[in-house]
């Protein structure tokens, strides 16, 4: 079992920028993929980046050339570093695992609002 909790959603301007953060527990040795995903009200959960293990990285393309993906050097922490936020990147964000197994865990959501 995997277990994920991310932190560093909240409230932004356009244009402004947040770090996202999502740590992982558990059976992190299991991990060979995480990734960040978002839900805004009345839509379907979309894919925003992913990373690998090996540090190959997929970006949606509402996210290329503003947001960036990484991972820590314990490799159980990924980050979703958003720049240039606009009023569409208002949804809530979640943080996904995969194992080997490709059994997908997802933590519980943070918040990004983007508003002047």
């Known amino acids: 079992q995997v277990q994920l909790v991310e932190s560093g959603g909240g409230l932004v301007q356009p244009g402004g920028s947040l770090r996202l953060s999502c740590a992982a527990s558990?059976?992190?040795?299991?991990?060979?993929?995480m990734g960040w995903y978002r839900q805004a009200p009345g839509k379907q959960r979309e894919l925003v980046a992913t990373i690998t293990n090996g540090g190959s990285t997929n970006y949606a393309d509402s996210a290329k050339g503003r947001f960036t993906i990484s991972r820590g050097n314990a490799k159980n922490t990924v980050y979703l570093q958003m720049n240039s936020l606009k009023p569409e990147d208002t949804a809530v964000y979640y943080c996904r695992a995969q194992d080997s197994n490709n059994r997908p865990y997802w933590g519980q959501g943070t918040q990004v609002t983007v508003s002047s």
């Open positions: 558990g059976s992190i040795f299991s991990i060979n993929a």
